[in-house]
């Protein structure tokens, strides 16, 4: 087939696709210091299944209702809603009609709110990122292999999907494209089906135009449908919730394939290559195939835009599989002879580190499954981020409130003394107002001038009820680095450096020591900046925090020397497994104050123990060992982690014997020292590895001490 047609077809999909991109890009930022209800609307008037943690429970109890009247005056668009509720000010009180998809009428009252730029980037911002990625790859890998079964089923899951997630943002106004993304929205499901029938493997090969009758008919047919009824309430959300549930379908059809073919090929290295798009794969759907089904299954209940927050990564592995040049059923690019010769060296560089990956020479290679751990990570770091900074300029109480309302230990010099006395306690009423959750308590507090005295009402770790007067005060940016910075800096360093070094490390002992500290460890002090608001991590952070002191033991175990070939294998099993089940029952008891509190203390002395066994090994084998030169490349190392754990040693172990009376956010200050430490004995390529593994034998450790693949 003539390449000419294709490449005229493309270009004016792309030139659309792009103008689609930028006019919703443009609309979108409209909403940026506007006054909202709270909720979003869509052009029929009803409430879709959109909302963000911060704005509230009460907005998910709206999902599906279609707005009738607003203060009592009946409303005919979504225009008049927004206009009537812009003209006031943020915090304003409304009162709201709906009418449920059953026919019912309810009335609620519900304060508006200002939409934040950090509103725009959690909802608006994923939208536009996954269109852009989406529709990009689609489009790339079919015109660089139009031939191609899978490059087509590829192109029509892109497409629905980057025009679903486009569209989508355009939903809540000016509502322009309102019909084309439920077109996108009836559609991708279709798309994604076809690709799980042709990508990894090509199912299609026998019957393939019947079969994708048979597959896209049906969802056609549904669009129609849906069309018909775009402005029935009842009949929408009846349709919407179809769609949502095929979805979900569909996305588990294509998990079910990429894993089995996963699991079913008999060549080991195409096992590994498929395993680099299919941990993309799951890593990507697995979030969005539960929330779409979930809110399918629970009458749309359950908000579906955090589906945008990993599906992009799916497009992305594809993008690495491209690089690859023969990833994408092992031989994508084949015929492919780049005309640019930079290109062309570039990409044979690209083979060349693959090459010494695949061979074990100078790294490992990586399994899919530490893929996602280090893709869902980056996501994670990237959505902590994101989060913090929304703290700076904003009142709070004094101190710092926990999901289950709990004080944590965690407090700044220059803030009021008697916060240290507070810790460990729960806030059940504010002014005598009692409070059910810490955003209850951080927005009475906001409606008070900063400076303004506010009584506490707190229950103590033993049941006693004790009061506490403290000022409202302004979270500055000095609070912000002095405060999240450190966690921020630590708990990325440690993940960033764990993945580095089992990628780079030729050695699976000290590589998956490493990667458990860093992992497990810089997460728990990564989260640490989210326990606080808006708590989208705690459970992970609790999970981490009773796991940390194994991975301390795991790591002194590997490092500086092997102890795990002396017999401590079954030993490190039933550390893990005895902290396992320390983070079980903390997940039972995180909101029983009592009971959080006892785990909490037990888990920070546990991680005290654990800092000390890192500390004293690693100085046991620096003097014992018989080789200056050993000793000479491990110092650097060694010093890195006496410093970095010294400090939060003794504050994990202080704070956990005095039931938690000392601040411990101060153990991050030095963390990042150990991560840090190791990527520059990474990057002079003499300090870690061969060396590092020294036993006290002087011709055994100086035989060892040569640099990285030599």
Same mark, same amino acid.
């Given at each position: 087939?003539?390449?000419?047609?294709?490449?005229?077809?493309?270009?004016?999909?792309?030139?659309?696709?792009?103008?689609?991109?930028?006019?919703?890009?443009?609309?979108?930022?409209?909403?940026?210091?506007?006054?909202?209800?709270?909720?979003?609307?869509?052009?029929?008037?009803?409430?879709?299944?959109?909302?963000?943690?911060?704005?509230?429970?009460?907005?998910?109890?709206?999902?599906?209702?279609?707005?009738?009247?607003?203060?009592?005056?009946?409303?005919?668009?979504?225009?008049?809603?927004?206009?009537?509720?812009?003209?006031?000010?943020?915090?304003?009180?409304?009162?709201?009609?709906?009418?449920?998809?059953?026919?019912?009428?309810?009335?609620?009252?519900?304060?508006?709110?200002?939409?934040?730029?950090?509103?725009?980037?959690?909802?608006?911002?994923?939208?536009?990122?996954?269109?852009?990625?989406?529709?990009?790859?689609?489009?790339?890998?079919?015109?660089?292999?139009?031939?191609?079964?899978?490059?087509?089923?590829?192109?029509?899951?892109?497409?629905?999907?980057?025009?679903?997630?486009?569209?989508?943002?355009?939903?809540?106004?000016?509502?322009?494209?309102?019909?084309?993304?439920?077109?996108?929205?009836?559609?991708?499901?279709?798309?994604?089906?076809?690709?799980? =029938?042709?990508?990894?493997?090509?199912?299609?090969?026998?019957?393939?135009?019947?079969?994708?009758?048979?597959?896209? =008919?049906?969802?056609?047919? =549904?669009?129609?449908?849906?069309?018909?009824?775009?402005?029935?309430?009842?009949?929408?959300?009846?349709?919407?919730?179809?769609?949502?549930?095929?979805?979900?379908?569909?996305?588990?059809?294509?998990?079910?394939?990429?894993?089995?073919?996963?699991?079913?090929?008999?060549?080991?290295?195409?096992?590994?290559?498929?395993?680099?798009?299919?941990?993309?794969?799951?890593?990507?759907?697995?979030?969005?195939?539960?929330?779409?089904?979930?809110?399918?299954?629970?009458?749309?209940?359950?908000?579906?835009?955090?589906?945008?927050?990993?599906?992009?990564?799916?497009?992305?592995?594809?993008?690495?599989?491209?690089?690859?040049?023969?990833?994408?059923?092992?031989?994508?690019?084949?015929?492919?002879?780049?005309?640019?010769?930079?290109?062309?060296?570039?990409?044979?560089?690209?083979?060349?580190?693959?090459?010494?990956?695949?061979?074990?020479?100078?790294?490992?290679?990586?399994?899919?499954?530490?893929?996602?751990?280090?893709?869902?990570?980056?996501?994670?770091?990237?959505?902590?981020?994101?989060?913090?900074?929304?703290?700076?300029?904003?009142?709070?109480?004094?101190?710092?409130?926990?999901?289950?309302?709990?004080?944590?230990?965690?407090?700044?010099?220059?803030?009021?003394?008697?916060?240290?006395?507070?810790?460990?306690?729960?806030?059940?009423?504010?002014?005598?107002?009692?409070?059910?959750?810490?955003?209850?308590?951080?927005?009475?507090?906001?409606?008070?001038?900063?400076?303004?005295?506010?009584?506490?009402?707190?229950?103590?770790?033993?049941?006693?009820?004790?009061?506490?007067?403290?000022?409202?005060?302004?979270?500055?940016?000095?609070?912000?680095?002095?405060?999240?910075?450190?966690?921020?800096?630590?708990?990325?360093?440690?993940?960033?450096?764990?993945?580095?070094?089992?990628?780079?490390?030729?050695?699976?002992?000290?590589?998956?020591? !490493?990667?458990?500290?860093?992992?497990?460890?810089?997460?728990?002090?990564?989260?640490?900046?989210?326990?606080?608001?808006?708590?989208?991590?705690?459970?992970?952070?609790?999970?981490?925090?009773?796991?940390?002191?194994?991975?301390?033991?795991?790591?002194?175990?590997?490092?500086?020397?092997?102890?795990?070939?002396?017999?401590?294998?079954?030993?490190?099993?039933?550390?893990?497994?005895?902290?396992?089940? !320390?983070?079980?029952?903390?997940?039972?008891?995180?909101?029983?104050?009592?009971?959080?509190?006892? !785990?909490?203390?037990?888990?920070?002395?546990?991680?005290?123990?654990?800092?000390?066994?890192?500390?004293?090994?690693?100085?046991?084998?620096?003097?014992?060992?018989?080789?200056?030169?050993?000793?000479?490349?491990?110092?650097?190392?060694?010093?890195?982690?006496?410093?970095?754990?010294?400090?939060?040693?003794?504050?994990?172990?202080?704070?956990?014997?005095?039931?938690?009376?000392?601040?411990?956010?101060?153990?991050?200050?030095?963390?990042?020292?150990?991560?840090?430490?190791?990527?520059?004995? !990474?990057?002079?390529?003499?300090?870690?590895?061969?060396?590092?593994?020294?036993?006290?034998?002087?011709?055994?450790?100086?035989?060892?001490?040569?640099?990285?693949?030599?």
């Amino acid at each position: 087939m003539s390449r000419r047609p294709i490449d005229f077809t493309l270009a004016i999909g792309i030139v659309a696709s792009a103008l689609l991109l930028t006019l919703t890009a443009f609309n979108t930022t409209n909403w940026i210091g506007t006054t909202f209800p709270g909720f979003f609307l869509l052009e029929n008037r009803v409430v879709p299944s959109i909302s963000l943690p911060h704005w509230g429970a009460e907005a998910s109890e709206l999902f599906q209702h279609q707005v009738v009247a607003v203060d009592g005056n009946e409303v005919r668009t979504s225009k008049e809603i927004y206009a009537y509720v812009a003209g006031g000010d943020p915090g304003s009180v409304i009162r709201y009609t709906l009418r449920a998809p059953d026919g019912t009428a309810t009335v609620v009252e519900m304060a508006s709110r200002q939409f934040s730029f950090l509103d725009y980037s959690l909802i608006f911002g994923a939208y536009l990122f996954c269109a852009l990625v989406f529709t990009g790859t689609g489009f790339l890998v079919f015109w660089l292999r139009p031939d191609s079964a899978a490059s087509a089923g590829l192109l029509s899951a892109c497409l629905g999907l980057g025009f679903y997630a486009l569209t989508g943002a355009d939903l809540y106004g000016p509502h322009w494209l309102f019909r084309l993304h439920v077109v996108a929205e009836c559609l991708f499901p279709a798309g994604i089906i076809h690709l799980a =029938l042709v990508f990894p493997t090509n199912r299609l090969s026998g019957a393939r135009g019947s079969a994708l009758t048979a597959i896209y =008919l049906p969802f056609v047919l =549904l669009t129609v449908v849906y069309q018909c009824v775009l402005y029935w309430p009842g009949a929408y959300s009846t349709l919407h919730l179809v769609a949502s549930a095929a979805q979900g379908l569909s996305g588990v059809a294509l998990l079910a394939a990429v894993i089995y073919d996963r699991f079913t090929t008999d060549s080991a290295l195409v096992r590994w290559r498929i395993g680099i798009v299919g941990a993309g794969a799951v890593t990507a759907f697995i979030g969005p195939a539960v929330l779409t089904g979930s809110s399918g299954l629970f009458g749309g209940s359950v908000p579906v835009n955090g589906a945008a927050f990993t599906a992009f990564i799916f497009p992305f592995s594809l993008g690495f599989a491209i690089l690859r040049r023969d990833l994408l059923q092992a031989g994508l690019f084949a015929g492919w002879k780049p005309s640019s010769r930079a290109v062309s060296s570039w990409l044979e560089r690209l083979d060349g580190i693959a090459a010494r990956v695949d061979s074990g020479t100078g790294g490992r290679a990586a399994p899919a499954g530490v893929i996602a751990l280090a893709v869902l990570s980056a996501l994670v770091i990237g959505i902590t981020v994101t989060n913090s900074t929304d703290w700076v300029d904003r009142k709070f109480p004094g101190f710092l409130v926990m999901e289950n309302r709990v004080v944590p230990s965690v407090s700044l010099s220059h803030w009021d003394e008697t916060t240290a006395g507070l810790f460990q306690h729960q806030v059940v009423a504010v002014d005598g107002r009692a409070v059910h959750d810490s955003a209850e308590i951080y927005a009475l507090v906001d409606q008070r001038p900063t400076g303004t005295d506010t009584e506490y009402t707190l229950r103590t770790p033993s049941g006693d009820t004790t009061t506490a007067t403290l000022p409202t005060a302004r979270f500055t940016k000095a609070d912000y680095y002095s405060l999240f910075g450190p966690f921020l800096l630590t708990g990325g360093s440690f993940i960033v450096v764990g993945f580095l070094v089992f990628f780079l490390q030729s050695s699976a002992t000290l590589g998956g020591g !490493m990667l458990s500290l860093g992992l497990i460890g810089g997460t728990f002090v990564l989260t640490a900046v989210d326990l606080y608001g808006p708590h989208w991590f705690f459970r992970l952070h609790a999970a981490c925090e009773a796991l940390a002191p194994a991975a301390l033991i795991h790591f002194a175990l590997v490092f500086p020397s092997n102890r795990l070939q002396n017999g401590y294998r079954a030993f490190l099993f039933s550390v893990y497994l005895g902290f396992a089940a !320390m983070a079980v029952l903390y997940q039972v008891v995180l909101h029983m104050p009592t009971g959080y509190s006892a !785990m909490h203390l037990a888990s920070v002395a546990a991680q005290g123990f654990g800092g000390l066994a890192v500390l004293w090994v690693v100085t046991y084998d620096l003097l014992t060992t018989t080789s200056d030169l050993v000793r000479q490349r491990v110092l650097v190392v060694a010093l890195g982690t006496f410093v970095a754990f010294l400090l939060p040693t003794v504050v994990s172990g202080a704070t956990g014997f005095s039931e938690g009376s000392v601040a411990v956010n101060s153990a991050a200050v030095t963390g990042f020292l150990m991560p840090m430490s190791l990527a520059y004995a !990474m990057v002079r390529r003499r300090s870690v590895p061969q060396s590092a593994y020294f036993s006290t034998s002087n011709t055994r450790a100086t035989k060892g001490a040569g640099p990285i693949g030599s």
